[in-house]
């Protein structure tokens, strides 16, 4: 199987290939379906699943394969306290009882007030989820979906997609997150062989 046959490929004939294969996916088809109903707002489902459903795609691997969890953002900068993100993540675990895997939700409105504790560093306030995305590790995680008011998926992809169609993780040094690139890219060519990582 040809897995790099969209590299290098124009945006949007990569565009057109990956939500393709994210329409196509059940395991995301149906998380996605349901984070609609869930109705939280601006909404992404984000990062690895997509990615590594599209890797699985290419690589004839099967529907989850390598897949930890969906990770969910939402923005709500109305209220800003850990209790009212609390709120939504336990809506949001009743929400989604049954599926194959963990959805882990996060309000990106908030990640500034966490984040230097948890990582040593200041990071931005961000003023959308889209926003957020831009500052992931490594470009390839860069990526996030959406239904839009058409129902039609909207992607957002601030680094593009040819990393991701390349099976390349490169480094997306906006913040100093050498550590969360180099294991991220260890954990991927566990799972995908094909897969190289650019040193930091």
């Excluded at 969906?70 to 949001?92: G, H, K, P």
């Excluded at 979906?145 to 593009?160: K, N």
Aim: with cysteine; aromatic share 12%.
């Amino acid at each position: 199987m040809d897995h790099l046959r969209y590299s290098g490929l124009p945006f949007e004939t990569q565009r057109a290939a990956f939500l393709a294969v994210v329409a196509a996916d059940p395991l995301l088809a149906e998380t996605l379906a349901r984070v609609r109903q869930l109705a939280l707002p601006d909404w992404l489902v984000v990062s690895g699943a997509l990615y590594n459903s599209v890797w699985n795609h290419l690589t004839g691997k099967p529907p989850g394969y390598g897949i930890k969890d969906v990770d969910l953002f939402y923005f709500d900068d109305t209220d800003l306290s850990y209790e009212a993100e609390d709120a939504v993540i336990r809506q949001a675990a009743e929400h989604f009882e049954g599926l194959p895997l963990p959805v882990e939700v996060r309000n990106q409105a908030r990640v500034h007030l966490w984040y230097p504790q948890k990582f040593g560093q200041e990071c931005p306030r961000y003023a959308s989820a889209s926003e957020s995305v831009s500052y992931f590790a490594s470009r390839a995680h860069a990526v996030g979906v959406r239904y839009g008011g058409d129902e039609a998926l909207e992607l957002v992809a601030p680094c593009g997609l040819d990393d991701i169609f390349s099976f390349r993780i490169t480094p997306n040094r906006v913040l100093d997150n050498q550590r969360t690139h180099e294991m991220k890219g260890r954990r991927a060519q566990a799972c995908w062989p094909e897969i190289g990582v650019v040193p930091w």
